[in-house]
């Protein structure tokens, strides 16, 4: 069966660079179709969409922080890694990895397998 | 940059059905997708490609779309689907992913 984890760590500085990672096993990034995607939620707010890679290594950036992020995979070690730079206060947040819903590679993305989360908190 | 609509939130009595609808000006041209999050959760996917219902999502759920909204409709009301739900789609050009605020189901 699908599953994904995240990890990394729980507090970093305001302006640190945060890298989490995904670990992930029940499928392969490199079978055709194939996205992981990376999604978070501030404490009692919505869910906000932050980047995908997809099996060919596109990467698709939320327009808001495309200048903040990096996406990256190891199709050997079945991770996904996720970069954000200057982190503020305001990224305060619970993080989610997941695993895009459809392999039609034309079909817009959706998460039909998702980890639970890790919170990082931004704070001095 | 593009914006899903969903009300805050939603009150209905057990039994009774529930509709909670998301506005956006690209959902006659793309497939919206709907999330339900239970305190301490993650998202668990319950609609896809407006009113498709993965397995092991009970009958209850359905939904429907009708030009720039589109509707989760739970029938019969249980007290376990108080939870937060989320629509989910795409701006008009398929690229960048999108999901509305939330709405709040609450069993009274």
């Known amino acids: 069966q699908i599953t994904l984890k995240e990890s990394g760590p729980t507090l970093v500085k305001p302006t640190q660079t945060l890298t989490l990672t995904c670990t992930f096993s029940?499928?392969?990034?490199?079978?055709?179709?194939?996205?992981v995607g990376w999604i978070r939620q501030p404490p009692g707010k919505a869910l906000e969409w932050l980047a995908l890679?997809?099996?060919?290594?596109?990467?698709r950036y939320s327009p808001s922080l495309k200048s903040r992020l990096t996406i990256t995979k190891d199709t050997s070690k079945n991770q996904v890694v996720l970069t954000m730079t200057n982190m503020d206060p305001v990224d305060t947040a619970t993080y989610y990895c997941?695993?895009?819903?459809?392999?039609?590679?034309?079909?817009?993305?959706?998460?039909?397998?998702w980890g639970q989360g890790t919170l990082v908190t931004v704070s001095s | 940059s593009y914006e899903l609509t969903q009300p805050p939130s939603v009150s209905v009595s057990p039994g009774q059905t529930a509709r909670i609808t998301c506005s956006g000006d690209a959902l006659p041209k793309q497939y919206a997708y709907w999330y339900q999050q239970k305190p301490g959760q993650a998202p668990v996917l319950v609609i896809y490609k407006d009113s498709e219902r993965p397995s092991g999502i009970p009958e209850r759920f359905s939904g429907s779309s009708s030009g720039t909204t589109v509707t989760l409709t739970i029938s019969g009301v249980q007290a376990e689907d108080e939870a937060d739900y989320y629509c989910q789609s795409a701006d008009s050009s398929g690229t960048s992913v999108v999901f509305g605020g939330g709405t709040k189901l609450t069993v009274l």
């Open positions: 997941a695993h895009r819903g459809d392999v039609v590679v034309t079909a817009i993305p959706y998460f039909d397998y």
């Open positions: 029940g499928f392969s990034l490199s079978t055709s179709g194939v996205g």
């Open positions: 890679i997809y099996w060919d290594d596109d990467k």
